[in-house]
DNA sequence: CTGAAAGCGCTTACAG
DNA sequence: CTGAAAGCGCTTACAG
């Protein structure tokens, strides 16, 4: 434990251009009010000594606040997937709150533009630092967005991405490409003269066609194939009560009595499941989303086969230090941050780490 | 951005206790030289108001400086495993430097035993306050270990674990279980009728039979199966140059018509795949380890079907925390942290983070 | 436009 | 055994 590694400190950038402290701080912070001269004169010793500030310094005499609004599906109970990302923006707050960075909540429903709309209003009465957004109804989140940019309010868009946006950074998965994971899979898994079913709740549809992109995706693989192409019938479901769906799966496998796969886009799986397990089909393989408890329930009985997860709690987690980085620390982040594409399945299920 | 909230200081404890602030550090940090009585009493209140230390204070006070000393095998080129734990540690020393960690690292060579204890010797030398290790040599690892307790120096297990230490933490995967998620994975992929094979290259075992272990793990999950039980036959090779091992490949493949899937069990996979590449086998599923370039490549291509990672990178990353958490921040941290074992394919290795 | 001083919460000698 | 003071590198008014 010897003395500390001497670093470059402001004192010694102020000593060497002649001037004091508290003109570099207005140089370093581009406060003004000072002569282009010593200011041009500070900016090189900064440069030539390769200046690093000392972060800890720096929020330790600082009495600034910062605070971080979230606004997200409300999770409507503790086995919701948005409790997942919570979870990771939890951990990150716990790390970083002693930066003077507090977190706020802003929910809204997601089948509910209306509560979209209404819960915005009052994120943008919160004046935040900085903003995480989940962006589900495309038109309304871009007016979100135009306030933020008005205000200089940087945002963060999780899960869904809005292209062509001044967002700091999105952070989730790449669903197109997941939908290809997942046709792979089945196509290892289902001899070639089967056919595959793709279930897809439509109620669970935003803006921003998440989930069809999943299912393209996973069409694409097959229509990609050489001849003879694998059947792949489609089926979309409202995602009603039971017996409304198991009325539809009976339905649409009474049709194709050579479908031996199925794709569930979201994390509805264990609805599926629940059917298989019910009418006691025994060679189907099931492949869904999301490792939320009822999923692992039937991953864990052998009824679902893989789920493609996307560590909803990592999202969060690198969301919240992506505006941390970007307003505190004032480091670099990148635009495009895709979370891993991951498979699990009863073997490693227990061993998952999501952050 | 308002006045940050108040918290609970030393100068508050010391107040309320009616001691000087000298007082209240010296029972914090348990330096003595303090009556029974006024520790007691300061003791209290600290429980009372749940104080809680600012450690970026406490850090910018303080001119200690750490030193953790990291002991694993030597990288023998850019490509090497090792690599990618050193990345995470290189990681996670330029968040923590700051905090006054300076990291050295002291390398051994996997094939010999004698580099371990002599780079070892060195090691204790350094008189680290916490030390990161492969324990590759069992009774050679025991004896630094000793040294290292007798210094009272915390240590970290990173990749193999040695049982019944006084370890900090082990942080690596669960080989027995990645064993078992192999054997599914090719029991999916590989028709019942056709037969399996194990390859082992015996150069690379450890004392810790880390290896053996995956292959147990295979061996079991078909062991478990039931009747009629698919054939597994295994090749323990010595790694020797590629004609070596394509004639005990050729030899293997002959006997066994019928081998329609392989398991290597380190990260070697590419070695076979470069066999099936030149022999030009048609309908061969490959599953290995590590996604290091070679391996990659063939991923890509699609000869190797699987590859199975342990997010090597986070370990790094991990353990380095591991140590921070125990002695800087004197945080809780856990005994034993198994890494996640993912599967990574054609479909998802181009988003797969291994940080 | 510039500098000197006080203070953030803690640690570290030092004096008594 | 205890307290007062200086200092870590930075920020923040304030005086000029």
Not at 42 to 48: A, R, T
Request: hydrophobic content about 35%.
């Amino acid at each position: 434990m010897n003395k500390k590694k001497s670093t470059i400190r402001i004192k010694d950038i102020a000593q060497k251009a002649g001037v004091s402290i508290g003109t570099v701080d207005r140089v370093l912070h581009n406060r003004g009010e000072v002569s282009e001269a010593t200011k041009e004169k500070v900016l090189k010793i900064i440069k030539e000594l390769n200046y690093q500030p000392n972060i800890l310094a720096s929020s330790l005499a600082s009495k600034k606040n910062y605070n971080f609004a979230i606004f997200i599906p409300k999770p409507l109970t503790s086995e919701s997937y948005w409790n997942k990302p919570m979870t990771g923006i939890e951990k990150a707050r716990g790390e970083i709150q002693q930066y003077g960075v507090n977190i706020s909540y802003h929910f809204f429903d997601l089948f509910d533009k209306n509560s979209f709309v209404e819960s915005s209003k009052k994120l943008i009465e919160d004046d935040p630092q900085g903003v995480i957004l989940a962006p589900y109804f495309l038109k309304e989140s871009i007016e979100v967005i135009r306030q933020l940019e008005q205000q200089e309010i940087p945002y963060v868009f999780i899960d869904s991405n809005i292209k062509e946006q001044a967002q700091l950074s999105y952070i989730g998965q790449n669903s197109l490409q997941s939908g290809a994971l997942a046709a792979r899979l089945l196509d290892l898994c289902v001899s070639k003269q089967e056919s595959l079913l793709i279930v897809n709740f439509a109620n669970d549809q935003d803006n921003l066609n998440h989930l069809n992109q999943r299912k393209d995706g996973f069409t694409a693989y097959f229509d990609k194939q050489e001849e003879p192409k694998r059947k792949v019938v489609s089926l979309k479901s409202n995602d009603q009560e039971d017996h409304v769906l198991h009325k539809e799966l009976d339905d649409i496998l009474d049709k194709n009595k050579d479908i031996k796969g199925i794709y569930v886009t979201n994390s509805k799986a264990h609805r599926v499941a629940k059917y298989i397990e019910k009418r006691n089909l025994k060679d189907i393989f099931l492949i869904g989303y999301d490792l939320i408890p009822e999923n692992a329930k039937h991953l864990r009985s052998g009824i679902i086969e893989f789920l493609i997860c996307q560590r909803p709690e990592e999202q969060g987690y690198n969301a919240t230090y992506t505006l941390f980085n970007h307003i505190i620390a004032r480091k670099e982040t990148i635009k495009e941050n895709y979370t891993s594409i991951d498979i699990v399945t009863k073997e490693n299920v227990d061993y998952y780490k999501e952050l």
